[in-house]
């Protein structure tokens, strides 16, 4: 029985691994995704820049032969054939081809389509095409994403955020369970509305750099980006160290761009090490130096100057010099810890940014804001400025924790930058008191205020919205759609126009102008009516035997043909009576991993008083249809000494006791969820 009991077990685990694992996008064999396989840049994440009538060149790998044809094509333009103006292939290298975009392109940002001796790369964001080049550069920034296959979730509601639940339903109706994915998702989708220059990730891309989902998942939010015609950079974090996946599927560490009269260097600050190394230094003042007349923009992980015990959320700094020993002594204890780590490193940098004048830092690593503002001797200013994370629930609570600490939220900011050097971020008005800062949220609420939870299955794609930042959102959305889908008008409560639909490499997008309006709201894109109700199977309870006021979890998991719009319990007393916890009665259900294809899911029940319960969860999708299962609860007084028991039933599949059969999967499927760490 024994032998039977773990036979059954490896087996079960191994159906499970497969039921879990997430292909790689764009796995067929005419396609790859993959760009490091035939490009060192352009990537995903740091496209080329051009204008109608310019060039760009393709730094190609080693092992790349020949090119047969390039083809630039976007959701609403092209495609485009490209004409090939000079190319290098040699086993020395380096190999690289320039490449003519045509007089009459639309501006745009465009997928790449390049055939190769290897095979065809299907490139989001390889090529952004303007009109004219930009005098001016509005950044639409973003930070710490945090992207994870597991769970990473915060609690939001309003300006409220909070690590715990508990705290959150004391004070709030209707609190959110935030994963990050859904919060990076949100960010991008946002700034690719509100139509940004480009968009600017400061790094920690993802949560774990051997997450080859999770950096599947954030390459995926990257191309819907990309097909609703947003451009966007990205730089490595500490987090993404080391850089093995992320070079394969995000972009290089180490980089550099131009637009128009703008220079964007992208450095890595390392794992722990905290600096760029002096290498990359050497390397950023020769590419300074190939660049006279440009407008520099350096981007980094780890902030350059931090001093909490001076002023956590920055300041002001004049006159000082890094060049004289005496006035690098004084700056000297502005500098972060990170950088702290090798002072000639650090004083060598800001050496150059005085040298090139280079008016504007960003960085991020802290998760949350901060504001420095550096005039130098000759009077200009440099600005050192740090974003809070926008993924990621590892920061301090709003409200604080500690009524000394600095409250902060999920953000992202717009940056905008002339070619004079001037820099401002007309969102956020910042607050001085003499040389501190004292605003305490710099960033925008977005996505602790805007959030999008996007549903996509072989019958449809759905999408539900929350819109908390009173005004209607209006700007482009695109969607990955099954072949054959439609919007269905009876189902969709958002007003909409559709721009486009194309089929590029083995995807088919479909491209709106979408009106988000304040409150709930949702769109619906499918093969037909949805009949089918969701289906809910409870997997145990954590404890099993909860006792009085003790708070306990309840693990189950859900599913549906389309998408769950809606996903929580409910708690009645032996009256039938619903129990409420501060101002909270319908208690949200938590995903158990930021995987698409998960189905496991948690819910958070309040501490309660000796009695009879029932929990019932429920389920709602986007048609409507509602399924609900049910376990019932005993806690028994603490001088009692019947013991506590439980029983579930469900109303969409057959009931029973114990845990066995289908149960114990779900129990074995969820384990690990009992086992996920917070901060």
């Not at 597991?150 to 709030?172: D, R, T």
């Not at 926008?390 to 070619?419: C, F, M, R």
């Not at 988000?516 to 409870?538: C, F, H, N």
Request: net charge neutral; hydrophobic share 35%; proline share 8%.
């Amino acid at each position: 029985m024994a032998k039977r009991l773990l036979a059954g077990m490896a087996l079960l685990i191994g159906v499970l691994a497969l039921l879990g694992a997430v292909p790689v996008n764009a796995a067929s064999s005419q396609y790859s995704t993959t760009y490091s396989k035939y490009l060192y840049q352009p990537a995903p994440a740091v496209p080329a820049f051009a204008i109608p009538g310019g060039n760009f060149t393709l730094h190609l790998k080693g092992d790349i032969q020949g090119i047969d044809s390039v083809i630039a094509v976007s959701v609403l333009h092209g495609p485009y054939r490209l004409h090939i103006l000079e190319s290098s292939f040699s086993k020395g290298g380096p190999n690289y081809a320039v490449i003519a975009v045509p007089d009459d392109i639309a501006p745009d940002d465009y997928f790449l389509l390049i055939k190769t001796d290897k095979g065809t790369l299907v490139l989001p964001n390889g090529l952004k095409v303007f009109k004219e080049w930009p005098k001016t550069l509005t950044i639409g920034w973003v930070s710490d994403t945090h992207v994870t296959s597991s769970a990473k979730i915060g609690y939001v509601c309003g300006p409220y955020f909070q690590h715990s639940i508990y705290k959150l339903e004391q004070m709030c109706s209707n609190p959110i369970p935030l994963h990050s994915v859904v919060a990076t998702d949100s960010a991008y989708t946002y700034w690719a509305m509100q139509r940004p220059t480009l968009i600017i990730n400061t790094g920690d891309d993802v949560d774990s750099s051997n997450d080859l989902v999770g950096y599947t998942i954030m390459y995926n939010i990257m191309e819907h980006a990309a097909a609703a015609g947003q451009v966007h950079l990205s730089i490595k974090g500490n987090h993404d160290n080391p850089p093995v996946i992320y070079s394969q599927l995000i972009g290089p560490p180490v980089f550099y761009v131009t637009i128009g009269k703008f220079l964007i260097i992208g450095l890595d600050t390392g794992g722990d090490r905290g600096w760029p190394t002096m290498d990359e230094i050497k390397w950023m003042e020769k590419v300074l130096n190939e660049h006279p007349g440009y407008t520099p923009i350096i981007l980094y992980h780890h902030p350059f100057f931090f001093a909490p015990r001076w002023n956590y959320l920055g300041g002001k700094i004049s006159g000082l010099d890094p060049s004289n020993d005496a006035d690098w002594a004084q700056l000297e204890k502005y500098i972060g810890n990170y950088w702290r780590g090798n002072l000639t490193v650090a004083r060598r940098f800001l050496e150059d940014v005085v040298k090139y004048n280079i008016p504007l830092t960003m960085s991020g690593h802290i998760h949350h804001d901060m504001y420095w503002v550096y005039t130098d001797k000759e009077g200009h200013t440099h600005y050192f400025l740090t974003l809070t994370s926008t993924g990621a629930p590892d920061k301090e609570s709003n409200p604080p924790s500690n009524p000394k600490h600095s409250p902060t939220w999920y953000g992202t900011n717009l940056v905008v930058i002339s070619q004079n050097g001037s820099v401002e971020m007309p969102l956020t008005p910042v607050k001085f008191n003499g040389n501190k800062v004292t605003s305490d949220f710099i960033s925008i609420p977005v996505p602790q205020e805007f959030m999008i939870f996007r549903h996509n299955t072989d019958f449809g794609t759905v999408a539900k919205f929350i819109n908390e930042l009173n005004h209607t959102v209006t700007g482009p959305i695109t969607f990955e759609i099954p072949q054959g889908a439609k919007i269905d008008p009876q189902h969709t409560n958002i007003t909409y126009t559709v721009l486009g639909e194309r089929t590029i490499g083995d995807r088919t997008y479909l491209m709106i102008n979408a009106s988000v309006p304040v409150g709930v709201s949702q769109i619906v894109i499918d093969k037909g009516p949805d009949t089918e109700k969701p289906v809910l199977q409870i997997a145990y309870l954590q404890p099993t035997h909860p006792a009085p006021d003790q708070q306990s979890m309840l693990y189950f998991t859900a599913q549906d043909n389309l998408g769950i719009r809606d996903l929580y319990a409910q708690i009645y007393d032996s009256n039938g009576k619903l129990v409420t916890y501060g101002k909270v009665d319908k208690f949200p259900a938590e995903p158990g991993s930021g995987k698409p294809t998960n189905t496991f899911y948690t819910v958070e029940l309040p501490p309660l008083k000796p009695g009879k319960y029932k929990v019932e969860v429920v389920a709602v999708d986007f048609y409507g249809n509602k399924a609900t299962v049910s376990q019932n609860l005993n806690i028994a007084s603490p001088t009692s000494t019947t013991s506590t028991s439980s029983s579930s039933t469900s109303t969409t599949s057959s009931g029973g006791h114990g845990i066995c059969g289908p149960a114990l999967i779900v129990a074995l499927a969820a384990l690990p969820l009992l086992l996920r760490k917070r901060k």
